[in-house]
Nanobody, 119 residues
Framework: QVQLVESGGGLVQPGGSLRLSCAAS????????MSWYRQAPGKERELVAH????????NYADSVKGRFTISRDSAKNTVYLQMNSLKPEDTAIYYC????????????WGQGTQVTVSS
């Protein structure tokens, strides 16, 4: 049974930092590309960052480039999103997604973690 468990959200002041984690179990970590999405109240879910199954390439939404960094740790079966210089407009529920790209198809979502940027 596949399980994705997110953590690391919370309340932070503008300019602050948070690191989100998404720990996976029940799947072959190296077979999946991973992404972080977010959804703010009244808005559609949007892609924030993506990293390939090998970790060799990543890309970002324009709104977070230079501030957010996605990374993956195969030893811990975990993908991270380091968020720096946070702005109020980064406030949203953040979701991780695992997309199978090797040896099959399928995708899994985390439960979401709230990030609130406010003074």
């Amino acid at each position: 049974q596949v399980q994705l468990v997110e953590s690391g959200g919370g309340l932070v002041q503008p300019g602050g930092s948070l690191r989100l984690s998404c720990a996976a179990s029940g799947l072959t970590f190296s077979s999946y590309a991973m992404s972080w999405y977010r959804q703010a109240p009244g808005k559609e879910r949007e892609l924030v960052a993506h990293i390939t199954s090998t970790g060799g390439r990543s890309n970002y939404a324009d709104s977070v480039k230079g501030r957010f960094t996605i990374s993956r740790d195969s030893a811990k079966n975990t993908v991270y999103l380091q968020m720096n210089s946070l702005k109020p407009e980064d406030t949203a529920i953040y979701y991780c997604k695992f997309q199978r790209v090797v040896g099959g198809i399928g995708q899994y979502w985390g439960q979401g973690t709230q990030v609130t940027v406010s003074s």
